[in-house]
């Protein structure tokens, strides 16, 4: 498998059963080649991820991202081989360490240290004894920092960068080298209205900005404190949320590509904040 140059990462966990199937078959009517979907505390991962490629013939799909706390290596193992054998290696299995309130708050689990945790759930994997030989192994780490990517280096097919800039990109390509996938995720909003832009970004990065994983990536990447606090600087804003014409997003996305990303996923928000995502941009901005 190689995840192809365009994909879709949209929030699905307030859509039902048939705006799922809906939302997965118009993306692959569109031509994007991956549809990116998270898991928190709603539609279990592997589950979902069936049920799309079960509606699906030639589209992938990624979870974006698994929490390992959620499955024990052989279970994700299980999961992995199971949905890449029955449909045809179209399965990308995006897995991380989450955050400390849903590991800790809503799990009940120990929050390990990140690297650690996750070199040890990765050697369990490995160490799986399945009995099911799927084509591949796709398998992409949620990464941030430099140790976090040196893992998804050595360890994995590569890396799922989430809020991120085309500078991050950069920093990470360098660290992946040249044959490791870099599938970075974009946030957009298609309009040109300044005010209803960073209206939309405040509001949909505000549940990031109180996590110390993101801020201290931010703070990395050459945002301040300030940049990062109350709604957000207009610099911080327009940083995580590409806005304007259908041109100036494809900008922002080919800058991805020129700093190294060899995937890029777009996350596109309704400008009027009424839609769980904006199909006129998928449309306008189709591969």
Known sequence: MQPGKYGVWVSTNGLSQAELAE???R????????LWYPESLAYESLALGGFLLGETSKLCLASGIANIYARDPVTARAGHDTLNSLYDDRFIF?????????VVNQRGHT???PVATMRAY?????????ALDPPARNVVLAALGPNMLALSRDMAEGAHPYCVTPEHTAIAKDILGPDKWLCVEQKICLTTDTAKARDVASKQLQRYMALPNYRN??????????DITGRGSDRFLDGMVAWGSADD???RLKAHKDAGATHVC???FDPDGEAPYDMKALEALAP
């Open 27 to 34: 993306v692959e009517r569109l031509n994007y080649d991956v």
């Open 217 to 226: 990536n931010w703070l990395r990447t050459g945002f301040s404190e300030e």
């Open 266 to 268: 777009i996350q596109p």
């Open 23 to 25: 939302l997965a078959q």
């Open 122 to 130: 990765l050697e369990g994997m490995a160490a799986a004894n399945i």
């Open 111 to 113: 929050y390990g240290k």
């Open 94 to 102: 995006g897995l991380g360490v989450s955050h400390v309130p849903l």
């Open 249 to 251: 997003i494809r900008a």
